[in-house]
């Protein structure tokens, strides 16, 4: 079965074909939903971000002029609806840092097994690195998730970002420098 591209997808889309939307969608929520999640940081609110990144998707599909990827254009409005959901949340205030299901276990938990011990130190750096992403500005945490978690390069960034290059960098350098001081006791 021959897998239709996503360029070909979005012509018949704009011409008004709701299967190769949806097709469309079934193509990229998992990608904008780990996206989402990992701006976030819990899944209600990535379902979330995922939901209003299609709809806002759809309505916009009219002026998508194919100068970009389709999946580049897609992740720049989910980054965009996760970032106005964080700023219309105060994210930096009302925040759950530990997240819905994690474990909340001491800096200090002993364990007897090995594996238990490896648990423990797992969850501890799961929840440093989100109380870490947590403390990053919006534009810090998108630059440092897009390139360190999702794999983007620094240009796709910058396209997604809608900055400079040398300013997409200047944004990772610091979300870096940031995480590994915030890191550096289990380094």
Not at 97 to 117: H, M, N, R
Request: net charge positive; hydrophobic share 40%; glycine share 4%.
């Amino acid at each position: 079965m021959l897998v239709e591209s996503d360029e070909a997808l979005v012509q018949r889309a704009q011409a008004g074909d709701r299967e190769a939307f949806r097709a469309l969608v079934e193509r990229h929520s998992r990608s904008v939903f780990r996206l989402a999640f990992r701006l976030t940081g819990n899944e209600h609110d990535a379902d979330e971000v995922v939901q209003e990144s299609f709809i806002r998707a759809h309505r916009r599909l009219g002026r998508f002029e194919s100068r970009s990827a389709f999946g580049t254009w897609l992740y720049r409005i989910a980054a965009n609806c996760a970032v106005d959901l964080l700023r219309a949340r105060k994210t930096h205030e009302s925040l759950d840092i530990e997240g819905p299901g994690a474990p909340s276990l001491p800096l200090d938990a002993v364990t007897t097994a090995p594996q238990q011990e490896r648990q423990v130190f797992g969850s501890q750096i799961q929840a440093r690195v989100r109380a870490a992403l947590a403390h990053l500005t919006e534009r810090e945490r998108l630059a440092f998730v897009l390139r360190h978690v999702e794999g983007r390069s620094i240009d796709e960034i910058a396209q997604q970002m809608n900055l400079r290059t040398n300013a997409t960098k200047h944004s990772i350098f610091r979300a870096v420098r940031k995480m590994r001081i915030a890191l550096e006791p289990f380094v």
